[in-house]
């Protein structure tokens, strides 16, 4: 099946009650990708990968997003930065200005600048950091509320800038699981703004497995009617997903999330990174959301 086809297909099957939101991304081709260094428990050096096949599952997914009437900038690839393809980690942006990131690894490190010239470039307003985050891998905006996640990259003092940058209420979350080392392998934010469409507050899937006692108190009391996803879905990353508030995509092999998603009258659109999962990113990872301010509905 087409991208096309699966875009108009989409729309052809949409409830009433839910509409897409325009989003804005910015990705990057997988012309360098391999793994050559161990950073989280999914890389795995001696296993072979293949470029020209991530090349192909990512221009799925970049056509995926275009089919749907989405805009992508794209950043140009470094040579040595096998990483850069996970674009969601390289800052967190709202209203135009740029939160940058600074990576805890020394391998993922110059990656940081790059971000950062390329948003300063593309006329948003940049904030350098001081404590190390990992963008929007960590970050997420629901509503008006930014959820940071720390345990395994960013640093909690990181929260702390976030709402210093933003001026928006940050909720931290303890992410206990080195397999869903940062919080957007372990939450999907569904509704990526509050408002039309029937939609009356923004919500969330998530994998209870992946947070400490006191995170999931704060989620279950702050989403009582969030999905709560299965172990076998998020061990595929089916979490690891990209929302425009009616077409949701995930993994093919998130099959119990699928049908979840359905249930609550989202549109499942299912694209496959098996090879970009080799090093440890989905999906999200690979979707870096560019708020520029207002945006509209289609």
Known sequence: MSTHHTASAAQATAPATRIPQHRSY????????TVSYTINPWMEPAKPTDTAKALAQWQVLYDTYVAL?????????????????YTANGGFVIDGVA??????????????????????????????????????GDFLLVGDTMLAGTGFRSTGDSHRELGDVFGKEVVSLTLIDPRFYHLDTAISVLDPVQGPGGVEKAN??????????????????RFPDAILVADEDGAVFGLNSASDG??????????????QLRERGYNPVLIDLSELLLGGGGIKCCTLELRHGQETTR
């Open 204 to 221: 969330i899937a998530y994998l209870p497995s992946a947070f400490d006692d006191a995170s999931r108190g704060v989620l279950e009391d």
């Open 69 to 85: 009437g989405h805009d992508v900038q794209l950043i140009d690839p470094v040579e040595g930065l096998p990483d850069m393809v």
């Open 99 to 136: 939160y940058g990131a600074k990576f805890r690894f020394a391998e993922r490190a110059p990656e940081g600048p790059a971000f950062m010239d390329w948003f300063r470039e593309n006329g948003f307003e940049v904030v350098e950091p001081v404590e190390v985050n990992e963008g929007e």
């Open 26 to 33: 910015l990705m990057c081709r997988p012309e360098h990708f």
């Open 246 to 259: 009616l077409n949701v995509l995930i993994s093919p092999r998130a099959t119990g999330f699928e049908t």
